[in-house]
């Protein structure tokens, strides 16, 4: 069975952030302070704040307990303005006061970076192809650098393209 390789059209979304989040459980009692936030965390993501396009949860590790999300926002404008608000800004100051024997972090990702998107006929989608527009990856799109800097690899690629379609299938 031939690989369906596909990508996503990001152009409305010129200013994407990405970012990873999680919370470890550094003391016992840090359980309670994760299990406790479990569900105003839910009702923050599943309320829809404006800007946020999608909010994926990830287990980063179960010993010791370390969980967090990926979260795709349209802007860094409408990431900070969510973090100024409730219930985010409340649960910033809580941590900064009292950790409750939990660690926080996370790493932010902008699109006029790049970003680079690859499926093989993923089902259900994942990450990105559950809110963009999935497309071929063919021609420029075929490999990473192409699909990031819109230009054509100065390396050989790993796998001609022709190995994968042919020129009727397009």
Do not use: C
Not at 25 to 47: F, I, T
Not at 85 to 103: E, I, M, N, V, Y
Not at 117 to 138: E, H, K, N, Q
Request: zero cysteines.
């Amino acid at each position: 069975m031939r690989v369906n390789r596909t990508t996503v059209d990001l152009s409305e979304y010129p200013d994407l952030v990405v970012i990873y989040l999680g919370m470890r459980v550094r003391r016992p009692r840090g359980m309670l302070r994760l299990l406790g936030l479990g569900p105003e965390l839910y009702r923050s993501h599943r309320d829809r704040p404006d800007g946020l396009l999608l909010h994926e949860d990830v287990v980063w590790s179960l010993f010791p307990p370390h969980w967090g999300a990926r979260q795709y926002w349209r802007d860094l404008d409408s990431l900070e303005a969510w973090t100024r608000t409730a219930p985010h800004r409340d649960w910033w100051q809580k941590f900064l006061r009292d950790s409750g024997g939990t660690g926080l972090w996370h790493e932010a990702y902008f699109a006029r970076g790049g970003i680079d998107a690859m499926y093989d006929d993923m089902d259900p989608a994942t990450g990105l192809a559950r809110f963009a527009p999935v497309i071929p990856a063919r021609g420029r799109r075929f490999t990473t650098r192409g699909r990031v800097e819109d230009r054509p690899a100065e390396l050989e690629p790993v796998v001609r393209e022709s190995t994968y379609y042919d020129s009727e299938s397009e």
